[in-house]
């Protein structure tokens, strides 16, 4: 089974994926890229939280957008990642995060068959642990 059968994701269905957690979150945002790229699919990536710069070289392209207007809809050819980022985040090699707005602004635009977005940010701390009863 792949990833994106474990997580339940029709490859004819367009889709904005949040992902959201205590830990693995960029990770997982990557890996599934990566799936979703081999597939053929034009994949965006970004976060409305920070990402680090090492972790978003991942991707085919790298785009920061600080404008507050859309623009133009680039090209984007089938088996691409394209990472966006709103920012730098001063000189710690983090990328600031796109708003809401932004993020859902894009997706209904249609210029993308995935939006993946880092939803949240843990600072790199762990979950808390999970209790049984």
């Known amino acids: 089974m792949t990833l994106y059968q474990a997580l339940n994701i029709d490859l004819r269905i367009p889709e904005l994926i949040s992902i959201v957690g205590a830990g693995g979150k960029t990770s997982t945002l990557f890996t599934l890229a990566y799936v979703l790229k081999v597939c053929g699919k034009r994949v965006l990536a970004t976060t409305t939280t920070n990402i680090a710069f090492s972790e978003a070289s991942l991707a085919d392209r790298i785009v920061i957008d600080t404008s507050k207007d859309p623009c133009p809809p680039p090209t984007i050819d089938p088996g691409t990642i394209v990472c966006l980022g709103g920012g730098m985040v001063n000189e ?12 859902s602004e894009i ?8 939006v993946l977005v880092e939803a949240d940010g843990s600072k790199r701390k762990p979950g808390a642990p999970c209790r049984t009863q």
Request: aromatic share 20%; proline share 0%.
């Open 107 to 114: 997706y209904q635009r249609h210029l993308f068959d995935y």
């Open 92 to 103: 710690i090699g983090k990328f600031k995060g796109v708003g809401r707005d932004r993020v």
